[in-house]
Structure formats: C-alpha cells, structure tokens
C-alpha cells in the first residue's frame, strides 16, 4: 500500500509541477504576439481493485490543450485580407486624389484657360506677330504641362511594379518558413501547441498580402495552403513560389503567375485579393483610368484645334496647317495598338469623333470570320466591317485592320492612354495660326459627302459641283465657267487644280454642289472665334462635357473614389478589430487568471509532497517493524 501510496503521490506532483510548468509558460508569452494561452488537461487513473472494492490511483496528464477556434481563426485571416486590401486601395486613391489636386495637376485647367485667353487676345488683332508669339507660347506650356503630368502618373506604375516584387518576395519567404514549420510538425507527433502558433501567426501575415485558405492533409502530414481562388502555395513538406511575368500581350504589363512544377499559371487581381490584389488594381485601373481621361482631353484638344486650323487662312494665306501633334498621324494611330513581340497583325486605331470617343483599354480578337471586340466594361460585340472589309467603327474610333491577328491572338486597344505623353507642337511660326476663316461649305449639298480644303494655291474661289446621275464631278468658277472637266465620282484621292488642293469623299448626290471662297481678307478672325468656342463647346462625352468638364470630372471621381474606399477601410478595419477580440478572448492570456492558479497548482504541488512524505513514513514505519 505503501508504494501504491507512492506512486500516487509522485503522479500527483508530477501533475501539479506540469500545471505549474505550463502556467508559467503562458504568463511568459503573455506578450507574444500570436501565443495561444495553453491548459494541461487532468486524468482519472483507472483504479484497482481490492477484496471487491475500488481504490483510486491518483491522476495523470491527459494532453496540454491549446485555447483554439477555428472559425475564429479563420474569420481573422478573411477580415486581414479584406482590410489590407482596403487599407492600401484607400492609401493609393488617396494618394491618385492628391495628386490631382496638387499645383503640378492644376495647372492643365489653368494652361488651357490661359490658351483660351491668349486665342481671345489674338482675336482683337489678328494680325499681331507679338499676340502669335503669345498663342504659341501658352499652346507649348500646355503640352509640356500635359508630358509632365502624364510622367508623373506613369511613374508611380514604376513604383507599384517596384512594391509589387517586394511583397511577392515576401510571399515567397513566408511559403518556405510555412513550409519549414510543417516539415517540424511532420518530424514527430503530438499537439504541436508552439509549432502551430508559430504557423497560425504566420498564414495570418500571409494572409495580409492574399486571399488564404488552410486545409489539413491526411495522416498528420502538415496542412494545404492556399492563395485565391485555388492557387496551392503550400502542400505538406513543399512550398511553390510566386514570380513576376512578362504580360501577355503587353510585355510591360508584368502579370503574377505561380510555377507550378516546370509550368507557370498565371493569378489575376480578382484571384488574389489583400495587399498585392491592391498594388494589381492601382498599376491594371486606377492610374490606367487617369492617363486616359488625361490622353482623352489631349485628343479632343489637339483633335479640335487642329481641325479648325484646316478650316482657315494663316497670315501668309494658306490653309492652317496642325498646331499640335496629328492625333492620326500613322505613328500615333499604330501606337494605340499593343501586341505581343511575336505578332504578324498590322492595325491602327484613327480617331474620328472625339465626342463618342472612351477611355480604357479594347480587347480585340479575329475568329476567323469576325473582329471580336471586347469593351472596357467587359462587354463582347461583334463588329460589322465597312466595305472595304478592313476597317470598323466604335466608340469614335475608325479600327484599320491591315493584317488580322491570328486566330486566338489577343490585341489591345488604348485609344487615348498615352496621348497626353505624345502630344506636341507642331510649329514655332506665329505665321501659322489661322485667324482667318474659309468658306468650304457644303450649304447646297443633300447628301453625305465631306469637303474639305486641304491646300490653298493660285485658285481661291470655286465650286465643285456633282452631276445630274451622281457619276461625275466638275470643278467651276464662281461664274459657271468649267475649270476642270467632269471627272468620276467619287475621286480616287485628293484633287489638285491650280494649286488648290480639296478632298471629296463618298456620299453625294445627284446635283450636289459645294463651295469654296480662300480669298484672304486682312483683319479676319472668324476661324479665331471658333477656337474661342472649344473653351465652352461640349465636344466630349456625347456632347455633354466640355474639355474642362472632362479634367474636373476626372478630379471629383477620383476623390469620390478615394471617399467611398476610406469608409470602407474603416469598416474592415472594425470587422478585423472584432476578429482581433474575438481571437484574445479564446486563446488571449489572462494574468490574474494564471495567476490564481499558479498559487492553485502551487498548493496542489506542496499537497501532493506531503502524499509522498506519507508514504515515505509508513514504509519506514514497516522497516522498522523487522
């Protein structure tokens, strides 16, 4: 009985020295982030049985339980992703709005307005080499104002791509550390409690950069992780690694792909969601968004201005030549087309109404029969060629399609993303602009045909008059004599007579007849006029919006964007913060807890001595008895 007492006695401050070891261990890393408070459970010793009776043999440690929910868990790694990604899209609209509000930005409005002001100068004295001069200057510090803003947007795509690789990196570290602590937990068996704090602590970091979700394996093999929609990051005792790739057809446009083995598959910002689904969204939208309402204002602007120039005289007499780069100059029209370094296609977008003309980034594929055009907004249509079978029109855009892409191959289309980088002056002589307005006028015309002046020689004043079955042009004087003999209808390309050189597209009728009056006449400003009107015209956005309204709206949607993020972060934030508590109530340490039973265990712990003692006495009292 002696021993059995014994063997009680040490069991129980075995016991008691364990909850008092592990007791001591919580109030340690009361302050350990990520430390999940530990509990011995205590077990009933089966009993023995003595002339029919039961007797109790003391306790033991059944497991050393570790405070854990998973849901709570799990609930806590979902609200980090949601307010990392909140938090950093909120930083980086906020910072997209400042941007826009700042001296830099909001010199664009007030360059265009100082233009505007200088063509109403000009208009007052038309022929004043000094008010030219003046035109010219402020058009030159609109552009450098316009490249220097759109450098400076472009850049912080360079700084994104730069914070980019440094979260990927950390990814991959945080894999190979998963990893690392799995391989542990593989090595032998048991709870783990540490090993999975440690583990737990770290998916709630990675979770902070992408969308995690954590399954076991079977058989004690460690756990899966996943990021996204699927992507397996960790399996067991192997981690996969993140890596940065070419874009695909945008080579510059690096896309985020997972190696897979031998293979890459490539993640999108809608799989990955957190910290790095943030930095895709601001490179792949929000700064795209600004370069091209920017590019969108410098087209319709330079579009504009250089259309009017056409329409008049300069101080020389001849018809204006462009002010501002030609938004569809054959260098310009290819460079809103991107496609991969391997491509055969040869398209190019030309721009012919800037007030149907959109932001944002086409799609375009051939499938062999059509041209499949997928919008900004995700929708896919369809296009009908004109009759050529080589071009078609959308949103403002005339789509030439020299060479088709091959089947499959994907095209971008940016009709107005760099504009705002490419535009410049296209002349240093005051001489240049044309104050003067022409008469090109197609008043007795019934049909669709356009005419347009394109050069201004000896012949200043004629018609251009249709024939009766609608198969002929001739061009005569003012008086009805015939200049030029009837010729097909419509022409080839531009028609030249005594200098004077006109275009005459498709579309007129029988007996059609159309006007031109070049006479230079000293004083005229009516083609000044009309450039007045552009500050006030509402030539974007289906004829709502003037050149202004596009930069202004472009600033309030930013800012309301900025607006709409900042409450959202604040509501993940809370919901995280919730999680937070959530987590310290289960697995927190609470202090005066341990230590109530540090003095508890300590007592049970001197008891269990004195059981020890007692058998120790009785034994010595039965050798005694010898």
Known sequence: MASDLLNVGAQSVLTAQRQLNTTGHNISNANTEGYSRQS????????????????GMGVHVENVRRSWDQFAVKELNLSTTNAANKGDTEANLDMLSNMLSSVASKKIPENLNEWFDSVKTLADTPNDVGARKVVLEKAGLLTKTLNEFHETVRQQSDSTNKKLDMGIERVNQLAIEIRDVQRLMMRTPGPHNDLRDQHEKLINELSGYTKVTVTPRSNAEGFNVHIGNGHTLVSGSEASQLKMVDGLPDAHQRRLAIVEGKSLKPITSSDIDGKIGAMLDMRDEHIPAIMDELGRLATAFSYKVNSLQEQGLDLNGNVGQDIFTDVNSELVAKSRVTASGQSKADVAVFIDDTSALKGGEYGLKYDGSDYV???????????????SGNAFYLDGMRVEVRNPPELGEKLLLRPTRNFAAQIQMETKDPKDIAAQSYEASTTFAKGTAGFKILAAGQLREFEVVVSPKGEQFAVTDPKGNILMQPQPYPPEGPVTINGTTFELTAGAVANDKFTANLVPSEGDNGNLRKLQDLQTGKILNDGESTILDLYHNLNTNTGLKSSTANRLSDIATLEKQSAQERIASISGVNLDEEAANMMKFQQAYMASSRIMQAANDTFNTILALR
């Open 373 to 387: 055009v997928t919008k900004p907004n995700g929708e896919t249509v369809k296009m009908v060629t004109d009759s």
């Open 40 to 55: 011995v459970i205590q077990g009933v010793n089966d009993p023995r049985q003595y002339g029919g009776q039961s007797y």
